[in-house]
């Protein structure tokens, strides 16, 4: 050919009873491709006897994880290299072998932060057994810190206060201990993350971070300068309105005011069009190709200077507004639209980075935000596999999914913009202030 030669490799999860298989490939532009030392392997979990040793089940699985890892991984050493994570399973089966060694669920969060260093956050091993048990607590962060910013009336004296400590350990002592078990492309997504971890008492319990696997306490630090500390429990009680730090519902800004999986509005002030698209999923109640048509209606029906998509708080699923924005970039195209723009956020995720990079692809749509929670080009559609000697399940991305050729370890706003802490409390949104202070050309 007259490009380099590249190596490609892909898994396909067969169903029971197939015994034949049909290989093709499809070029997305007219020419020739040329295919060298194709190669099919099928990768046949181990079966281990009932009563086989512990060193030998643990032994297996780590072979067999190896073997989806490298073989299944759309691009498994971007970020580790082979020679390391085999390190990290040869240490696990290491001390699966010793009659002293670590019991098994200690062995499986070994496991679990090893194939979090592959640096992609959808493909670890699950969280151990006990590994997820929340406290009803709302933590969220500004900046550097961690507030909380809700919780039931038996924990209001937490409410929007600076989480300072969990059980004597300071926060930023807890935030170390979580830190390897959250992969990430990018910071933002260890932000994320990360206050949902604050109040998991069973990974916090396993790691080390809490005395009771069934009870945490929080100390806090207002912005008075007081201190406050309480205990949140399994047996806490979530009867009546939860204590909501900032303003009453009513006055939210526009992004919070509304729930569901999508929905727009029209702001004839700006004759602005703002589509708020949260889940990447169709609603049952109102399918997204019945919902498409009311957003296509009220395009036509108004003027539009700018067209607004907001996903940050999209944490993904399915790549389904493609058609959205090929009509969208029409529209611009022939004048009917001034600009679009695109909000995104540390909880932009998967399938919604994808469409907010479109949006900016397609439609040359500015950027308004912060850095979204996953990288622009990367790997993507998940399968789920079981190591059958532990029962340990694994999840692992099988593509990599582009809608651009953007390396960057996050989608980089145009504009930065981010909620501060005195924007929380007053329900302002400086992400669609900029939006609608934006000068158009």
Sequence with gaps: GTNDWAEHTTSLALT???TRLKVGA???VPGRLYVDDMRLERLTPPAPAIDAPRAERWAQDLDYLGELVEFGHPDPWAHLSRADFRAGLAGIAAAAARPDGPDDTALAWQLRALTCRLGDPHTATELPEGGLVRLPL????FGSEVRVVAGPPALASL?????SAIDGHPVADVLAAIDPQIARTHENWFREQAPSWLINVGALHQL????LPDALTFTVVHDDGTERTATASLATPTDGEWVVAGPPE?????SRRRGGSYWFEYLP??????FKYDQARDDPERPLRQFGVALFEALNANPIDRFVLDVRHNSGGQNQINGVFRDLAARLTDGRVGQAFVIVGRRTFSAAVYDADAMRTLCGAVVVGEP???APVHPGQVGVFTLPGTGIGYATSTKIVRASRDTSPALMPDIPAEVSWADFLAGRDPLLEAVLAYELK
């Design 16 to 18: 029971p009873g197939v």
């Design 138 to 141: 709302s933590l969220r962060f």
């Design 269 to 274: 002030d700006s004759r602005t069009l703002y």
């Design 372 to 374: 979204t929670g996953m």
């Design 26 to 28: 499809f070029l997305s």
């Design 208 to 211: 080390g971070m809490a005395r």
């Design 159 to 163: 409410v929007g206060g600076r989480l």
């Design 250 to 254: 009513g006055q939210r800004p526009l």
